[in-house]
């Protein structure tokens, strides 16, 4: 899912945020295989949903990264393994300008972007 020929990026609501992130990720989730195109919060919950289904313990996060034009608020998964999290940022990694970056399975500290979850 992070390639934006097979899943474009798309300009649109950027969650719901009035419902626990459990709800809205699985209806982002599911827009996104459904569309094959949205934005951040639809990336990332996607991939949550198929970490879920692989066995993986991992939620959709709701933040700030710090890019090349400054902060934005964005969307992305985080996974544990071995009392270690990981990001997973499909949106970032499929974004031409990102290329050659790594944003799978990386930790906050080797991350190519700073992140800043919103419930730190």
């Not at 719901?16 to 919060?41: F, I, K």
Request: proline share 2%; glycine share 6%; net charge negative.
């Amino acid at each position: 899912i992070g390639n934006y020929d097979n899943f474009p990026y798309t300009e649109m609501d950027y969650f719901y945020a009035d419902d626990p992130w459990e709800e809205w990720s699985v209806r982002c989730a599911l827009e996104m295989a459904t569309d094959h195109t949205g934005n951040c919060y639809r990336y990332a919950s996607l991939m949550c949903w198929i970490a879920r289904a692989l066995g993986y313990d991992a939620s959709t996060v709701t933040g700030l990264v710090l890019t090349y034009s400054g902060w934005a608020a964005h969307g992305w998964t985080e996974v544990e393994v071995d009392g270690q999290t990981y990001i997973i940022d499909c949106q970032q990694h499929a974004k031409e300008a990102n290329e050659g970056l790594d944003f799978f399975m990386v930790t906050y500290e080797d991350a190519p972007l700073y992140y800043d979850s919103y419930y730190d």
